[in-house]
């Protein structure tokens, strides 16, 4: 089992749906998450970090978490053709330094 | 600088020889990382230092890579009689604390013919 699960899609949308990208994590004892994207050839890029159950808002942005279920999702509010990208999860154990990235998945925005 | 900078963007090596890549953290991060990314997959970590030394070299593929960093800034990574199979991207990340938000250079597109 991987330690950080995403579905590497591609998630298809309409243009101005939500998106809802998905990551399942294996160590409970994973304290921080955090969501990058990456452009095709590009390097990731940081979006949003979460450390606490509920949900953290930041733009068209929404990272939540549920610890309990050990899963964590980031919406994406009124989907743009330029939110088509890669969507790495990433986790980070409780008193560690080793960020552990999911495969990714790909986002396809539909104008 | 502004950002973490990487180089050279792009290498194209023999198979067999030797290839450093270096790597420029942001100014003032004491956390550096280096992740390895191949075509269409995820990123590999490899090693990351705090200042000066790396806690952790189990991500290293084999003994033929090798990381150091001076004067806890540049770090270089030497990839030794390259493989094919070392063609990828080498992403440098730092972050100013260990595990803090972590924020990647360009990267480096090493091709390995």
């Known amino acids: 089992q991987k330690e950080v699960e995403q579905n590497s899609g591609p998630l298809s949308v309409p243009e101005g749906a939500i998106a809802s990208l998905n990551c399942t994590y294996s160590d409970r004892g994973s304290q921080s998450f955090f969501w990058y994207r990456q452009y095709s050839g590009k390097s990731p890029e940081l979006i949003m970090f979460?450390?606490?159950?509920g949900d953290k808002e930041d733009g068209r942005f929404t990272a939540q978490l549920n610890k309990a279920s050990q899963y964590v999702s980031l919406l994406i509010r009124d989907s743009q053709p330029s939110d088509s990208a890669t969507y790495l999860c990433?986790?980070?154990?409780?008193?560690?330094?080793?960020?552990?990235f999911g495969s990714g998945t790909r986002l396809l925005v539909r104008p | 600088g502004a950002g973490v900078s990487q180089s050279p963007s792009n290498k194209v090596t023999e198979k067999g020889k030797d290839v450093e890549l270096r790597c420029d953290p942001i100014?003032?991060?004491?956390?550096l990382y280096w992740y390895r990314q191949s075509l269409g997959q995820g990123l590999e970590f490899l090693i990351y230092?705090?200042?000066?030394?790396?806690?952790?070299k189990s991500g290293l593929p084999s003994d033929r890579f090798s990381a150091e960093r001076t004067g806890g800034s540049v770090s270089t990574l030497t990839i030794q009689r390259t493989q094919q199979e070392d063609s990828a991207v080498y992403l440098c990340a730092s972050s100013s604390t260990s595990g803090n938000t972590i924020y990647f250079g360009e990267g480096s597109w090493l091709t390995v013919v």
């Open positions: 990433a986790v980070l154990r409780d008193s560690s330094y080793k960020l552990i």
């Open positions: 100014s003032g991060h004491t956390a």
């Open positions: 979460i450390y606490s159950n």
């Open positions: 230092f705090q200042g000066n030394s790396a806690p952790d």
